[in-house]
Structure formats: structure tokens, C-alpha cells
């Protein structure tokens, strides 16, 4: 059985940051690409992210580019999304799932295992 746990999600003030992780368990994590998605009430689940298997090729959301970056550790099934400069628009559950394909990529239909989402709060 396939899990993805996220973590790292809280209350921020604006232009702070935080580290959101998300453990993967039950496929071998190294063979797939990862994703970062966001849902903000009312709104559709969003892209913000993805990495490839090896972590060469990365793809960010232009809302988030160069504030936000993703990493990944496949000795420890983790990957990772760094968040500077946070905006009160950022506030959304961060959801991260995992990949049909070892290639990054944007769509949604092609990550297959999803997370139960972490919350994150940008407000003073």
C-alpha cells in the first residue's frame, strides 16, 4: 500500500518561510517523479511544483518561481518544498503526490498516490 505523509505545514507571517516534507512508503520512490499541488478554499487543486526521479529537471508554477524550491532525497523517500517569501495568497492545503513516470511534469492525471495534505497559513 502506497502512503505519502506530508508535514511541515503551520502559520506563517508574510515573507516568512517554511520546509513542507513528505514521506513516501510502498513503491520505490526513487523511480518516480514528484509533485507539489495546493488547494485554496473555493478554488481548484493548483500545480506549484515537480522534480524528476534524480532531481535533475524541476518545474515551478510562475506564481511560486524563485521563492519556492523542491528537492528530494530518495535514500530517505522524502521530497521537499522549500517556501521563502511567503504570501498570504500561499495559504492552501499543500498536497504532494508521486508519479505514474520518472519524468517531471505539471499534470495532474500523472501523478497517481496522493497525500492528505498539510495546511499553510500566510496571515499577521
Known amino acids: 500500500q502506497v502512503q505519502l505523509l506530508e508535514s511541515g505545514g ?3 507571517q508574510p515573507g516568512g ?3 513542507l516534507s ?3 512508503s510502498g513503491r520505490p520512490f526513487s523511480n518516480y517523479a514528484m509533485g507539489w499541488f495546493r ?3 473555493g478554488k481548484e487543486r493548483e500545480f506549484v511544483g515537480t522534480i524528476s526521479w534524480s532531481g535533475s529537471n524541476t ?7 524563485g521563492r ?8 530517505k523517500n522524502t521530497t521537499y518544498l522549500q517556501m521563502n517569501s511567503l504570501k498570504p495568497e500561499d495559504t492552501a492545503v499543500y498536497y ?3 508519479g ?5 511534469t505539471r499534470m495532474r492525471s500523472e501523478y497517481m498516490y496522493w497525500g492528505q495534505g498539510t495546511q499553510v497559513t500566510v496571515s499577521s
Do not use: E, H, M
Open 10 to 12: 503551520g502559520l506563517v
Open 100 to 104: 505514474r513516470n520518472y519524468w517531471a
Open 17 to 19: 518561510s517554511l520546509r
Open 68 to 75: 519556492f524550491t523542491i528537492s528530494r532525497d530518495n535514500a
Open 22 to 24: 513528505c514521506v513516501c
Open 96 to 98: 504532494c503526490a508521486s
Open 39 to 41: 488547494q485554496a478554499p
Open 59 to 65: 518545474y515551478y508554477a510562475d506564481s511560486v518561481k
